[in-house]
């Protein structure tokens, strides 16, 4: 016969309190109270979806579901990645205020990526520096 876990285990699973006390510990906290039992162990596997979401991370930059999916479509397909402060953020699940999206892009996918956020309503600004095909 299972004896019911102790209170303190039932508190750390409980959602409310998963929602309150999980976003303010570190990975590293998280993942040794998923390994104190069952109930925490399924407790931090249900969370982890919602506190790592890529879609709603990327949302404010790219305008709505469909428009965040085509573009980790093209992500995917031409290897371009996620860098700075958004990766940052994405990985400590925080939001810096006025924050940019760094995308760096495999030069042979410039144009198909950069025609993606043209597409989107982006608007192309040169940097200033000459551009060059000599390497």
């Known amino acids: 016969m299972n004896e019911p876990p102790p209170p303190g285990l039932i508190l750390l699973s409980a959602s409310?309190?998963?929602?309150?006390?999980?976003?303010?510990?570190?990975?590293?906290?998280?993942?040794?109270?998923?390994?104190?039992?069952?109930?925490?162990?399924?407790?931090?596997?249900?969370?982890?979806?919602?506190?790592?979401?890529?879609?709603?991370?990327?949302?404010?930059?790219?305008?709505?579901?469909?428009?965040?999916?085509?573009?980790?479509?093209?992500?995917?397909?031409?290897?371009?990645?996620?860098?700075?402060?958004q990766a940052l953020q994405f990985f400590d699940r925080v939001r810096y205020p006025g924050s940019d999206l760094d995308i760096y892009t495999p030069c042979r996918h410039t144009l198909l990526v950069g025609m993606f956020f043209l597409s989107i309503g982006y608007q192309f600004q040169p940097s200033g520096a000459p551009l060059t095909t000599e390497y």
């Open 16 to 85: 409310t309190i998963v929602d309150s006390l999980y976003p303010h510990l570190s990975v590293a906290d998280i993942l040794n109270i998923s390994k104190v039992c069952h109930a925490t162990y399924f407790a931090v596997k249900a969370w982890l979806p919602s506190a790592y979401n890529i879609n709603r991370h990327l949302e404010p930059f790219l305008g709505d579901l469909a428009t965040t999916l085509q573009f980790r479509s093209i992500q995917a397909a031409t290897g371009t990645i996620i860098s700075g402060s």
